[in-house]
């Protein structure tokens, strides 16, 4: 797996604030095509400008800042334009109207203060990423998922698509309540 994935934020060209992180390699990140409506609605109100999290990484750690930075700003209550919890891409998602006007109720009216972004990024700076620090957050972002039909229960949505070759992000899906079923199955999350 190539070192070539990049984590990078946009940024409000206007008031400078954080309202989209993503994972990318090449042009990904100053590109416009491929974007949500409401990473287009931002944009063409305020313009972007893009600030790289972390440069030269793997894909797979490339996905767990990309989770690690979005789980954060939703904990302090930013109001951001992603649609996932990052760490899997967004590859065929196709969000039913329900979910989308949940999400935007959750953070309709949300603002982060200019000193709590500083502090936010000064720290994002200072964390060793170790692989203790990797596998740390990659433990902390698994569910547990079971298939209804048979009863397994696996660690995680990825595990779940290593034993079956069901798509993990479709998995997910089910999961959160967005599809039906995947790979012919329905799923639920375990706690």
Not at 91 to 99: K, N
Not at 152 to 159: Q, T
Not at 165 to 187: E, P
Request: hydrophobic share 30%; charged share 30%.
């Amino acid at each position: 797996m190539g070192s070539n994935f990049y984590v990078y934020e946009h940024i409000k060209a206007d008031t400078k604030e954080i309202f989209y992180v993503g994972k990318g390699c090449g042009k990904r990140a100053k590109t416009k095509s491929y974007r949500n409506k409401y990473w287009h609605n931002i944009v063409n109100k305020h313009g972007f400008e893009v600030r790289f999290l972390a440069k030269n990484v793997d894909e797979e750690f490339a996905f767990l800042i990309e989770q690690e930075r979005i789980d954060q700003l939703k904990r302090i209550g930013v109001k951001i334009c992603n649609l996932t919890d990052g760490g899997e891409g967004s590859s065929g998602l196709v969000m039913p109207e329900s979910a989308k006007q949940t999400i935007s109720a959750i953070h309709k009216g949300k603002t982060i203060s200019e000193e709590q972004r500083t502090k936010t990024s000064e720290f994002m700076k200072k964390v060793e990423r170790t692989p203790e620090w990797v596998e740390k957050v990659a433990a902390a972002k698994r569910k547990p998922v079971m298939c209804c039909e048979t009863g397994v229960i696996y660690k995680s949505n990825s595990e779940a698509e290593e034993k079956t070759g069901i798509n993990r992000v479709s998995i997910k899906n089910v999961c959160n309540g967005w599809n039906k079923t995947a790979g012919g199955y329905k799923w639920r999350f375990v706690k």
